[in-house]
């Protein structure tokens, strides 16, 4: 028999419909976690990742800048053993044209509803024992860009957050961590990578030579939720070619912003 470390525990994705959250909800499924999958105006392709998973799996739609919707969530998922919060909000444009409400909507959906999603399922996992809360975060928290600078500076806020609460649970069984993707190839970047102009022009800058694919982020990940992760909280894993630690050497010189935008592949909450 396939071994499955994870059966037996039961999973809630964020964001889980499409993306980098799909490719983590069919990983944990093919461990053998019960899913709970979230989405935003995607029932087709949340359903689809549940008959990939092959299980009774619950889908669920929450949109997180809505009052409520993430207690609603919490409540509709029941208890969870493992958390993977990768739902986000990534919006471009000149920074100096940011409004208050553009400002408020990333930090309700990016930064508020990870802290109720930990609030709401945290505290059940150290009473029993065992518990893995894993963010998506950015390679944009170390290397942040104008046009998205209040998305950058919530995933910097993130990790502080995750590393401040792992201290508080660590003794409980309970661990908290990040994954930071950098340039990732999902479906709704893909048309740009088509274009090879742009693709070189990311490429040029990663160490490893290439953009990220949207599995890369699957083994860090699954190592952070099993028993082989237990004594590994407040870490931040990048997953991308090496692009945090500096350019590939003799990379080409950074593009304009119409050549760049775009690169990064965490899923939208809206």
């Known amino acids: 028999?396939?071994?499955?470390?994870?059966?037996?525990?039961?999973?809630?994705?964020?964001?889980?419909?499409?993306?980098?959250?799909?490719?983590?909800?069919?990983?944990?499924?093919?461990?053998?976690?019960?899913?709970?999958?979230?989405?935003?105006?995607?029932?087709?392709g949340a359903a689809e990742v549940a008959r990939l998973a092959g299980g009774a799996c619950r889908c669920i739609e929450a949109d997180f800048s809505r009052e409520g919707a993430v207690a609603a969530l919490v409540a509709g998922a029941g208890p969870v053993d493992i958390l993977v919060a990768n739902a986000a909000m990534e919006r471009r444009g000149p920074w100096r044209d940011l409004t208050v409400t553009e400002i408020d909507a990333h930090v309700a959906v990016n930064f508020t509803a990870l802290i109720q999603l930990i609030q709401g399922m945290v505290p059940a996992m150290a009473e029993r024992g065992w518990g893995r809360v894993v963010a998506v975060g950015s390679v944009m928290a170390i290397r942040p860009r104008a046009e998205t600078v209040v998305y950058a500076a919530l995933k910097s806020a993130q990790l502080t957050a995750i590393r401040a609460i792992a201290r508080e649970v660590a003794s409980q069984g309970v661990t908290l961590n990040v994954i930071s993707p950098g340039a990732i190839e999902t479906a709704r970047t893909a048309d740009r990578y088509a274009d090879p102009a742009f693709r070189s022009a990311v490429v040029a800058k990663i160490p490893a030579g290439r953009q990220g694919q949207v599995g890369d982020c699957v083994g860090p990940a699954l190592f952070l939720c099993g028993d082989g992760a237990a004594y590994v909280t407040g870490a931040n894993i990048p997953v991308d070619g090496g692009w945090s630690i500096g350019d590939a050497p003799g990379g080409l010189p950074e593009p304009g912003r119409s050549e760049f935008s775009g690169i990064t592949g965490t899923n939208t909450n809206t």
Do not use: E, F, K, N
């Open 1 to 44: 028999m396939t071994d499955l470390p994870l059966r037996g525990r039961r999973a809630l994705v964020t964001g889980a419909s499409s993306g980098i959250g799909r490719a983590l909800a069919l990983g944990l499924a093919g461990q053998g976690a019960d899913l709970v999958i979230h989405h935003l105006g995607d029932p087709d």
